[in-house]
């Protein structure tokens, strides 16, 4: 059975301090991993897609790395409009469902 | 474009009653994707469409959920009779094939 683990479950961090957070994973084959940010109200919106062990990929403060059990984001100096909870997924060779991670709570405190 | 879009984003319902949520997947995609978020349970996958036809629907909790993909615009999920425990977020996504899921807004969902 695919499965997604997400640490922390909530972190908090002051403006300008770095972390990361982990997203392990064991799935039959990867298809994707893939990186949502969550606000609260609103649906998951994308940041990244990682296909293979040692792929990176950024975005402004985030940088998403990709082993073949983990995955993390790193947050470099974070911002407060950075507090939001973040969710990875996998998915699966063959088809297209995606099973999530509980998310990690991100808080940045001015 | 617009994206996907929800509606109702809010209902609250009594226990017993039929409820329909409803959805438009952003044109040009093939795939639609119901999914469920809970405190608990996080977000689970309810069932998905491909080209307006259901796939994989082992998701759905039980006999009191359906739904229905009549055309590429157009998907409904229903709960008969609705539940105090069905009270979630529904999500419904979107994607091309091997492509990214895309979000709607969501529909808040409280069962009295």
């Known amino acids: 059975e695919d499965q997604v683990t997400q640490s922390p479950e909530a972190l908090r961090l002051q403006e300008g301090e770095s972390s990361s957070l982990n997203c392990s994973y064991t799935?039959?084959?990867?298809?994707?991993l893939f990186w949502y940010r969550q606000d609260p109200g609103k649906g998951p919106e994308f940041l990244f897609t990682?296909?293979?062990a040692g792929e990176e990929k950024e975005k402004e403060r985030l940088k998403a790395t990709l082993t073949k059990k983990e995955s993390f984001l790193h947050i470099t100096a974070p911002k407060p409009e950075d507090s939001a909870t973040y969710l990875c997924?996998?998915?699966?060779?063959?088809?297209?469902?995606?099973?999530f991670g509980t998310g990690t709570r991100l808080t940045i405190i001015p | 474009d617009a994206g996907v879009i929800q509606s109702p984003r809010h209902e609250v319902t009594e226990m017993g009653q039929e409820v329909t949520l409803r959805c438009k997947p952003i044109?040009?995609?093939?795939?639609l994707f119901w999914y469920r978020q809970t405190m608990m349970r996080g977000l689970e996958l309810l069932i998905y469409?491909?080209?307006?036809?259901?796939?994989?629907d082992s998701g759905m909790p039980e006999d009191r959920f359906s739904a229905k993909m009549p055309n590429a615009s157009f998907s409904t999920l229903k709960i008969q009779p609705s539940e105090p425990r069905d009270s979630a977020v529904y999500f419904c996504?979107?994607?091309?094939?091997?492509?990214?899921?895309?979000f709607g807004p969501g529909t808040r969902l409280l069962v009295l």
């Open positions: 044109s040009g995609h093939d795939y």
């Open positions: 990682l296909y293979s």
């Open positions: 799935v039959s084959g990867l298809r994707g």
């Open positions: 996504a979107s994607s091309t094939p091997a492509g990214t899921q895309y």
């Open positions: 469409f491909n080209n307006n036809v259901p796939i994989d």
């Open positions: 997924a996998v998915g699966v060779l063959g088809n297209e469902k995606l099973t």
